[in-house]
């Protein structure tokens, strides 16, 4: 069935009803399984319009999971969920039905597998190319352990583009390990996919079907007969000398038509009969069944709630700009003023803002497809041949390149700017994508520069300023929208390392509380401030730091003077953040003040609201305003 709407009522689901185990889907005769799947789409319909979340790729698996929990014995058999965001008709299936409608909501279902959340969520996953290296792990510990079970490493998404699953995969054939991988190709990660494997992915596809026009003189796939691996079509299509999959070692099977559940659960009863590190390549369509997401794949990757019969908006509209649009903005600006500046993305370019970029200079826009390290290698050596590299990139991204930002970018000192997305936390995704470390893992890099804008406008001066700096620059900011100040057009290069007061409460007073704020938190810290003042009888000053690396060592030497409480404040990790950093210059003037850090505890925080969780955290102007009164009561009290 082809749908047009998101159901603002629960569609009647007789068969996914009785479904709260996958051993109650196993009693089903095989030919009930293409009604359990449209149940199961209408239902992800429904559920994704009840909470937001992702969409697409979901609609995208529903035979293919269908088919899988049907085949195998699942959970002593290991289904590993290799893109985390295309698992929600797995977790309908397993016992979570009742529940999806919480997805990413507080204290509600995960947006991704997460392994305390049931037992079928065999490795927890965010980021994406890692099923195959943890499926192989499982597969190697239950070998050790004489109790062999199947290991399914589901990858899809455009995951396959990494090159951590092509390590994972030549490992697998050197152990000859009892590992399926199901290659779900769909031409897409959140961007269309990129490259040359994905030219091959197609060029197999290409190979392994027979193209028909029916009566209507519309063209189709011709689908393959009852199968089994010992059918002569595809001991040819295993065969093919230019398949990339088999030149690695891997038996290879497919193309199969990814949307038809009963010669899926053909090929998977086939396949457990076989041994060894096997591949089935099928082929999907990212958002089937709803005609919206399947013309426009892109923006249905991900949805908002809804609750009227409209259909949905991929995009929700904001009246302050989106950091990302700033960011997009700058690019195209400050490329029309320089021929030398190249960007990269892997694979976020919308996520990123880099659509206009990429339409105004196609040949200065490189898409890497899902690979940071090679994005942060090949700046590298754009940077080596007199080129102005920049770097799109989430910050929990950013952490799978780090390696080669310390090795390669930093140690040479190369000229390349990183504009760092999604810092701080993350609301609904979670844990996986919070931006809660780049602060600690990168002011311990020598060379590199560091900056937090505190709004929207200050990040287009930033990320100005950091290109202009001759040597790696980082400019990290939100998710979302700015607090809705006016932008400059103009480009205008900050002092580096130079902080600035933003407010002043009571300045002459003799005890003063300075308020060291970094990016996202100036602004709260501004309004705690005001609220304090009405209640301590005391001056109070909020600093704009901007710069995390170097710091404004010179304005915290001349407040100390006058300063009985420093606070600082960030969104991000208070275990060697900015804060962190203020401590350590203090130490080194040898200066002993009342120091708090305010920022993210030493644990990782689930998903919710991003306004709950900097709530829950203290972080919002109401808990900083308490932490602050409460620190200053306790200085006044030891004095």
């Known amino acids: 069935m082809l749908y047009t709407e998101i159901p603002t009522q629960r569609p009647v689901t007789p068969l996914l009803d009785v479904i709260d185990h996958p051993q109650q889907l196993r009693q089903f005769d095989s030919s009930q399984l293409e009604q359990v799947a449209d149940e199961l789409r209408q239902y992800i319909l429904y559920a994704a319009g009840q909470s937001g979340g992702h969409f697409g790729a979901n609609l995208g698996v529903i035979e293919l999971t269908v088919a899988l929990h049907y085949c195998f014995n699942t959970p002593n058999d290991r289904l590993i969920w290799d893109v985390g965001h295309q698992a929600y008709p797995h977790k309908v299936l397993t016992g979570r039905r009742d529940r999806l409608t919480t997805i990413r909501a507080k204290d509600g279902l995960a947006a ?45 998404d455009g995951a396959m583009t990494a090159g951590m699953a092509f390590e994972a995969m030549n490992d697998a054939v050197a152990h000859q390990a009892d590992l399926l991988v199901v290659l779900n190709d769909n031409d897409m990660s959140i961007s269309p996919s990129t490259g040359g494997f994905a030219k091959h992915l197609a060029a197999i596809w290409e190979k392994g079907h027979s193209i028909h026009i029916d009566a209507e003189g519309t063209a189709f796939v011709a689908p393959y007969p009852e199968w089994d691996y010992t059918s002569r079509l595809h001991q040819a299509a295993t065969q093919e000398a230019d398949n990339l999959f088999k030149a690695i070692g891997f038996d290879y099977f497919g193309p199969f038509d990814g949307h038809d559940v009963q010669q899926l659960t053909q090929v998977f009863n086939a396949l457990k009969q076989r041994k060894g590190p096997r591949l089935v390549h099928i082929y999907t369509k990212k958002g089937k069944g709803f005609a919206p997401a399947e013309a426009d794949p892109i923006g249905y990757h991900a949805i908002a709630k809804k609750t009227t019969p409209v259909q949905i908006e991929a995009t929700p509209k904001k009246s302050a700009p989106k950091y990302s649009d700033i960011f997009g903005q700058w690019l195209c600006d400050e490329a029309a003023q320089d021929s030398r500046l190249l960007a990269i993305t892997p694979a976020m370019c919308e996520g990123s803002g880099m659509v206009q970029f990429a339409k105004q200079y196609p040949s200065r826009y490189f898409d890497v497809a899902i690979a940071e390290q090679h994005a942060v290698t090949l700046a590298a050596g754009m940077a080596c041949e007199g080129l102005k590299p920049v770097v799109a990139i989430y910050s929990t991204f950013l952490q799978r390149g780090y390696d080669q930002l310390i090795h390669d970018v930093a140690l040479q000192n190369l000229d390349v700017t990183f504009a760092i997305d999604r810092a701080g936390l993350v609301g609904e995704d979670g844990p996986t ?29 930033m990320l100005h300023t950091a290109y202009q700096y001759k040597g790696p620059a980082a400019v990290r900011y939100p998710r979302g929208a700015g607090i809705g100040v006016d932008v400059d057009t103009h480009l205008t290069q900050l002092e580096l390392g130079r902080a600035e007061i933003v407010a002043e409460i009571n300045p002459q007073h003799e005890d003063q509380i300075s308020i060291l704020a970094f990016g996202s938190r100036v602004n709260p810290a501004v309004q705690a401030a005001t609220q304090l003042a009405e209640q301590l009888d005391v001056g ?55 120091v708090v850090n305010l920022g993210l505890p030493d644990t990782f925080l689930h998903h919710a609201d991003h306004a709950q969780m900097l709530r829950d955290c203290g972080l919002d102007a109401v808990g900083i305003q308490a932490s602050i009164q409460q620190a200053w009561l306790k200085t006044t009290q030891s004095v």
């Not at 931006?435 to 001066?461: H, S, W």
């Open 540 to 594: 109070i000053r909020v600093v704009n730091m901007r710069f995390v690396k170097p710091l404004d060592e010179q304005m915290l030497a001349d407040l100390t003077a006058t300063t009985s409480l420093f606070v600082t404040v960030e969104e991000h990790a208070v275990m060697a953040g900015a804060g962190s950093a203020i401590n350590e210059a203090l130490a080194k003037m040898q200066v002993t003040k009342a």
């Open 112 to 156: 991704f597998p997460l392994r305390e959340e049931s037992e079928f969520d065999h490795f927890g996953v965010g980021h994406s190319s890692t099923a195959i290296s943890a499926g192989l792990g499982m597969a190697l510990a239950r070998r050790y352990q004489n109790d062999p079970c199947e290991v399914v490493a589901i990858v899809g």
């Open 433 to 461: 994508h919070a931006g809660a470390y780049d602060y600690a893992f990168m002011r311990t890099i020598p060379n590199l520069v560091i900056m937090a804008p505190k709004d929207e406008n200050e990040c287009r001066q």
